[in-house]
C-alpha cells in the first residue's frame, strides 16, 4: 500500500554548488509538502550505517566518503503517491539520461554525484526518514 511521505537527501555535491535554494524550488513547485528537513553533516560511520544495505557493492566505500565528504540537506515530503512522484521529478540517475526539467537533468553532475537522494520504497521512505529524524522533528 503506497503512502503519502518519501525521504530525500539534498548530497554534498549540490549543497557546495549552492543548489539548494533551486532543488527546494523544483520541490514544492511539484506540490510536495516538507515534513521534516535539516541541515548536516554525515560522519564516515553515519553514511555507512545509512547505506549498510549496499556495504557489498563494489561502489560502497566510495559512496561512504562522498557522503560525509561535506553537508547534506535531508527531508521528508509529503504528497499523495509521493515515492513514484518523487522518483518521477527527479530523473534517472545517470543525468545524462534524465528527462528535461528533472533535477538531476538540471543539477546533477554525474551518476556517482547525482545532486539528490529520493527513497526506492514506501518501506525505504520510512527507514531513512527514522535514521534522520524523530517524531518530534515531524510537522
Request: net charge negative.
Amino acid at each position: 500500500m503506497a503512502t503519502n511521505r518519501t525521504f530525500t537527501m539534498i548530497k554534498p555535491d549540490a549543497v557546495e554548488k549552492n543548489y539548494i535554494g533551486g532543488i527546494l524550488d523544483k520541490i514544492n513547485a511539484a506540490g510536495f509538502r516538507i515534513v521534516a528537513m535539516k541541515y548536516t553533516k554525515l560522519s564516515k560511520v553515519e553514511a555507512g550505517a545509512f547505506y549498510e544495505v549496499h556495504s557489498e557493492r563494489p561502489f560502497y566505500r566510495e559512496l561512504v566518503d562522498y557522503m560525509s565528504n561535506g553537508p547534506i540537506v535531508a527531508a521528508i515530503l509529503e504528497k499523495e503517491n509521493a515515492v513514484e512522484d518523487f522518483r518521477t521529478l527527479i530523473g534517472a540517475t545517470n543525468p545524462a539520461e534524465a528527462a528535461e526539467g528533472t533535477i538531476r537533468k538540471l543539477y546533477a553532475e554525474s551518476i556517482s554525484a547525482n545532486a539528490v537522494h529520493g527513497s526506492d520504497s514506501d518501506d525505504n521512505a520510512a527507514i531513512e526518514g527514522n535514521f534522520f529524524f524523530s517524531s518530534l522533528e515531524r510537522f
